[in-house]
């Protein structure tokens, strides 16, 4: 039997069983009973506050609500780079609400940062606060034990699950492979919103997920990522956002999905809620104090913060997964582009994946055929850096596009970046927090008080390739946009066709030159040749065989299957002991940066052979990708 053979019928009997299998609502009801009847009620505070810790961040947030009017609103807004004041804050403003706690994320793992939010979360339940948390499914929460326990560990906190396949938490291989071939439009849009919102004042947003990675606590590899934290009128469209998803139809209840129902009707006895199992026990201690520390608190976000007055919190509407090509759904995504197109001097991109939509790439060549183009840099991954090989090989495939029609001047992450190393050493120090250095002596000298640094950890089960060296890895994750010194974006948006057409996605827009300007530095720490690669042409070293060597190369990319031809119009630049940094336009570039291949550091492996393979033919895929 063929293997097409042996899995077609175990996939079309999957498809049979599963596709269109709703809870009955019989079935919902009585879950919701036993729910409603084993729920621990207990309480940890009888205070009107509900015990609520003072914070100064929601103190600024208050006072920036109070000092706004229609015409002039007032906010707090703070850059939040590095992965320990990330967490921090998080931890502060959840110890600090009042009255309702919103959480919205695409990832939400079981590890370290996951267990220690989602323990958080319970906590601020238990002594009277509203919780609620909004997950897409197929990333987060997939274990049953746990859905079983958060329906009951509080009245106070509820869990919906965004577009869970076939109406289930857990998905298996198989249903994965089912839900691709029966329902793919349906199972290929998520939700990849990022928020957390306290008491309607506050709210981060941006790239970080609920996963180690994100606050540069895995072992092995950890993302360059980047949140905003906004206190004032922003946070009203903030909640208006998160209502609108927590009430859509594809936000459903942990009652309502078969395997977690299931689960509750077989087995009436409340779960308890255990103490969490952390592999780091003092690092988690040492965040854990430093959100309740004034002094830290103050030196790391306080001074940290700029008083602005225009900021808007953008989101794609949840109707976007239902009907991508209407336009209101596409707000926050129009709003990038029009951004974008305003520019007049420079636009600075930092994104994981650069493989641009048609409308961006629209929008870039109108930029560049200006009569006086603005600089358009790009900080994104290498291959060495990144865990989406098969999304780098679309970039890769299109280099000379980006360079000569669009005039981008390229910065591929170094997989070891020493920006990002500074930030992990903070991050695993099991210290007191008294030992912790001020913000300023946390990087290399040349780096201004302000520290303009980002960090993070995105979180992903793709193992990136191999190198040929060792150590600690970084990848860049982290979503963000200046434009003229003037616009400042943060936000969950990738700026490829996925973000563009089928994912929802939102951030904020900080319309303030000192923001704009502390965002732009931070920017470009990644692209600082310690950090990064230079993308540019190939040097002509035999005139002829160049320029033949070119021309194939560009029939050869603009096929969309059997691209095959290995010498590419670019490739990676270093810069030489002794050089200054130089723009790849600039006449004595080749004098100051040598080659060092396409692939810098990758070894040969799997990963490199299929990276060619998803350039050669895998043209068809870049908008799901």
């Known amino acids: 039997m063929s293997v097409l053979r042996r899995f077609a019928l175990p996939l079309l009997l999957a498809l049979l069983s599963l596709q269109g299998c709703t809870v009955s609502r019989a079935q919902i009801r009585r879950a919701d009973a036993i729910v409603a009847a084993s729920a621990d009620r207990s309480s940890s505070c009888a205070q009107a506050d509900h015990c609520a810790l003072p914070s100064p961040l929601l103190a600024a947030a ?3 609500l109070a000092a706004s009017t229609p015409e002039r609103p007032v906010h707090v807004v703070t850059l939040l780079d590095d992965s320990v004041p990330a967490m ?21 793992d079981q590890d370290d940062a996951g267990q220690l939010m989602l323990d958080e979360l319970v906590q601020a339940a238990r002594r009277g606060v509203r919780v609620r948390i909004l997950a897409d499914q197929l990333f987060s929460f997939g274990d049953l034990d746990l859905l079983d326990r958060l329906t009951r560990v509080s009245p106070n906190l509820e869990v919906r699950l965004y577009n869970p396949t076939f ?14 071939l029966c329902c793919f439009m349906q199972f290929n849009q998520r939700m990849h919103n990022k928020l957390l919102l306290v008491d309607d004042r506050i709210g981060i947003t941006g790239g970080r997920n609920y996963q180690n990675r994100y606050f540069n606590w895995d072992d092995s590899f950890n993302y360059v990522d980047r949140d905003a934290m906004v206190g004032g009128p922003a946070a009203l469209q ?16 942990l009652t309502h999905l078969r395997d977690v129902n299931r689960r509750i009707l077989s087995d009436h006895t ?7 199992h952390y592999r780091r026990p003092a690092r988690v201690a040492r965040v854990q104090q430093a959100a309740e520390d004034p002094a830290w608190l103050q030196t790391w976000l306080v001074d940290a913060s700029r008083r602005v007055g225009r900021v808007e919190y953008f989101s794609d509407l949840p109707a976007k997964t239902d009907k991508p090509d209407k336009r209101r759904a596409l707000d926050f995504t129009h709003h990038i582009m029009r951004m974008i197109g305003e520019a007049k001097r420079e636009v600075l991109l930092q994104t994981p994946y650069l493989v641009m939509s048609k409308r961006a790439q629209h929008i870039f060549r109108t930029l560049h055929r200006r009569a006086d183009p603005p600089l358009v840099i790009v900080s994104t991954n290498s291959l060495a850096s990144t865990d989406a090989f098969a ?34 050493e903070l991050a695993n120090l099991d210290l007191d927090t008294t030992a912790l250095p001020p913000p300023e002596a ?21 193992r990136p390739a191999p190198l040929h060296s060792t150590g600690l890895r970084f990848g860049l994750h982290a979503k963000s946009i200046v434009v003229d010194d003037v616009f400042a974006m943060v936000g969950s948006h990738n700026f490829d066709p996925r973000s563009d057409h089928y994912n929802t996605e939102s951030g904020v827009i900080v319309y303030d030159h000192d923001f704009a300007d502390q965002l732009r530095h931070s920017i470009l720490r990644s692209t600082q040749p310690e950090n990064a690669w230079v993308i540019a042409p190939r040097r ?32 990676s630049f270093d810069l030489k002991p002794g050089c200054q940094p130089l723009r790849a336009t600039d006449p004595n570039f080749y004098a100051c940066y040598e080659p060092v291949g396409d692939f810098p550091d990758v070894a040969l492996s799997p990963k490199l052979i299929i990276t060619r393979m998803v350039t050669a033919f895998g043209v068809g895929a870049k908008g799901i990708l």
Do not use: C
């Open 270 to 276: 409340p779960p308890t809620w255990p103490a969490p």
């Open 167 to 180: 109406h289930k938490a857990r998905t298996q291989p198989l249903e994965f492979a089912a839900g691709v």
């Open 442 to 462: 946390a990087g290399p000298a040349h780096v201004p008080a302000a520290r303009f640094r980002l960090l993070g950890s995105r979180g992903s089960s793709n």
């Open 540 to 571: 002509s070293k035999v005139p002829v065989l160049t320029d033949i060597n070119r021309a194939i190369g560009t029939v050869s990319e603009q096929l969309p299957l059997f691209d095959l031809w290995p010498f590419r119009y670019a490739t």
């Open 391 to 424: 999304v780098y090989a679309m970039s890769y495939k299109h280099r000379k596009r980006y360079l000569k029609k669009f005039g981008f001047e390229i910065h591929e992450l170094k997989p070891h970046a020493p920006s990002a190393a500074v930030d992990n």
């Open 62 to 64: 208050t006072e920036a």
């Open 238 to 253: 903030m909640a208006a956002s998160f209502e609108r998803f927590w009430n859509h139809p594809r936000a459903l209840p």
């Open 88 to 108: 921090a804050a998080r931890i502060n403003l959840v110890r600090a609400a009042r009255h309702s706690i919103d959480v919205q994320t695409y990832i939400w």
